[in-house]
């Protein structure tokens, strides 16, 4: 070339990566076959990925990976986001998994709050309930019946 060379810092060893910061939202859908719900990942406030799925499987709960439609692969998907060790899936699938069950525990407390008791059960305790008013009222004296007493 012109005889000047590049000088390519060195790199440094390798240090050990900070932990990795994992935002998981999960949107739970009412179960369609296996899949429970989908969820997005947001890496280190800087990167997210989307459509993960959350599937049920025979084994449990498994995460499935952002994939798009292949005629050629096995399956007929190719994931397009995947990790790249074992421990990392672990984290991944572990961190995903828990925001999903903590997303169920909020729908149940939703549905149970907007839960009404039945029509029949609020008849029932509002018979209890004036049967118990009429209770505590002081009972008046009876007038005898016209002609009944002289």
Do not use: H
Not at 9 to 20: F, H, I, R, S, Y
Not at 41 to 47: G, L, Q, R, T
Not at 111 to 135: V, Y
């Amino acid at each position: 070339m012109n005889g000047q060379e590049t000088a390519i810092p060195a790199q440094e060893e390798t240090k050990e990566a900070p932990p990795l910061k994992l935002d998981v939202s999960v949107r739970a859908i009412q179960p369609m076959g296996n899949l429970l719900g989908f969820a997005s990942v947001k890496f280190n406030d800087c990167f997210v990925v989307e459509d993960f799925k959350i599937l049920q499987t025979d084994k449990g709960l498994y995460v499935g990976m952002p994939s798009k439609p292949d005629k050629t692969s096995r399956t007929g998907y190719r994931d397009t986001a995947k990790p790249v060790t074992g421990d990392f899936r672990k984290q991944l699938q572990g961190a995903v998994l828990k925001a999903y069950s903590a997303e169920l525990g909020r729908l149940r407390a939703v549905a149970a709050a907007q839960e009404q008791p039945s029509i029949r059960s609020q008849l029932e305790a509002g018979a209890k309930e004036a049967a118990r008013e009429n209770a505590a009222r002081s009972p008046k004296k009876e007038k005898p019946a016209k002609g009944a007493e002289r």
